[in-house]
C-alpha cells in the first residue's frame, strides 16, 4: 500500500487565508507579509504568493500562497521558519479563515507574486467561466486531435469503453501537468483583461 501512496501523482495546492489587522499598523504589516514571502520562496516547490486588502482601510488582508504538491506545501507550514514568522504577528495580526484548493482549479489564479498597497486598484477576481471553458478547450482539442492520430489505430478494434477509457488514461495527465499550465500561463493577459503583451512592449 505504501508504494501506491508515493505513486500517486500530486496535484498542485493553492491556500488562500485571510487575516486581520489594525489599519493603523499598515507600514508593519506590509514589511510582516513581505519577510514571509522572502522566507517562502527558498522552500522547494514553491509557487508563487499574493496579498491584497479589499478596499482603503480595510482590516483584512487576503493573502494567497502556491506550492508544488501537499508534500512541499507541508514542508513550509511545519518549518521553524514559519512558526518564527507567525509568532512574530502576535498583537497584530488575527487569522480569520483558511480556503485550501488543489488541481485544476488553481491554474486560473495569478502565478507570480503581486504586491499591492493602498494605492493600487484591487485585481479583478478570478476569469470568467467562458474564458476557463474557451482555455481548457484551446488545450485539449489539438492534444485530442493528437491523440486521435497517433492512437486511433491502436485501439481501432476495441469497443467503446475500452477506447475511451485508455485515451482519457494518456490524455488526462499530458492535459493537467504539461498542456493546461503551459496554455493558461499564455494567456494570463487575456483570462484577467489585460493589453496583450506585445502591445505592453511598444509603450
Known amino acids: 500500500m505504501g508504494g501506491m501512496d508515493t505513486a500517486t501523482p500530486q496535484l498542485a495546492v493553492t491556500v488562500a487565508i485571510t487575516r486581520r489587522a ?10 510582516w507579509v513581505r519577510a514571509g514571502t522572502t522566507l517562502a520562496e527558498d522552500f522547494p516547490g514553491f509557487l508563487g504568493v499574493g496579498w ?19 508534500t512541499a506545501l507541508h514542508a513550509w507550514e511545519e518549518s521553524p521558519q514559519r512558526q518564527w514568522w507567525l509568532s512574530s504577528a502576535q498583537g497584530m495580526v488575527e487569522h480569520t479563515r483558511t480556503e485550501r484548493r488543489t488541481g485544476i482549479e488553481g491554474w486560473f489564479d495569478p502565478p507570480r507574486e503581486h504586491e499591492i498597497d493602498d494605492l493600487t486598484p484591487v485585481p ?12 481548457i478547450w484551446l488545450g485539449f482539442f489539438p492534444l485530442s486531435l493528437l491523440a486521435t492520430v497517433t492512437l486511433g489505430h491502436l485501439v481501432a478494434g476495441q469497443n467503446a469503453v475500452v477506447r475511451t477509457l485508455a485515451t482519457t488514461l494518456c490524455l488526462t495527465p499530458l492535459m493537467t501537468y504539461l498542456v493546461l499550465p503551459r496554455v493558461t500561463r499564455a494567456l494570463q493577459w487575456w483570462l484577467h483583461g489585460q493589453p496583450p503583451p506585445w502591445r505592453r ?3
Open 124 to 135: 479583478p477576481g478570478p476569469p470568467p467561466r467562458w474564458k476557463q471553458a474557451v482555455t
Open 52 to 70: 491584497v486588502r479589499p478596499v482603503l482601510g480595510s482590516t483584512e488582508w487576503h493573502m494567497l500562497y502556491r506550492f508544488a504538491d501537499a
Open 22 to 31: 489594525d489599519p493603523s499598523r499598515n507600514a508593519e504589516m506590509l514589511a
Open 201 to 203: 512592449l511598444k509603450k
